[in-house]
């Protein structure tokens, strides 16, 4: 009898992408946050070993946000500067999660954040400057003027204001 040893030798092959999931997702998120305001919490997973399972993720769209590495495969989506809703009142970005395999997996999910409005424009008058003329048998309280203001902010502006004959004394 003869005796054989056979060893076995797995090697792990890079046969997962890496898995995104969304723990959580501020929106709709109001325009005056600080840049660093958390807006997602995300968690990807790759259950291969090696550099088959060591995954870095990033940002593909044009918003100001980044994306922060923290603990145990956790990620933090982050404002990196000011929001504004009367330029952009939704922002959309896809999170690109590749491992580091040869060839590499990689998977996306996409975030779409919306800003929600805070009263940061005052309202504004068309013209610079109003003249009217009024004749001097005018009735008490007739119209004078029409004048409009228009306001940038999503709640309802002034809108047209009347401007009645001042009493004179
Ligand atoms: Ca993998
Ligand atoms: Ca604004
Ligand atoms: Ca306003
Ligand atoms: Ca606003």
Known sequence: LSEARVWLLLVDVNDNAPEITILSLSSPVPEDSPAGTVVALLNVNDPDSGENGQVSCELSGEAPLSIVA????????????????????????????????????????????????????APVFEEAAYSAYVAENNAAGALVLRVQARDADAQPGMGTGLIPEPRLP
């Open 70 to 121: 923290s603990s145990g495969g956790s990620y933090k989506v982050v404002t990196s500067g000011a929001l504004d809703r009367e330029q952009a009142s939704e922002h959309r970005v896809t999170v690109v999660a590749r491992d580091r395999g040869r060839p590499a997996l990689w998977s996306s999910r996409e975030l779409v954040l919306e800003v929600s409005d805070v009263n940061d424009n």
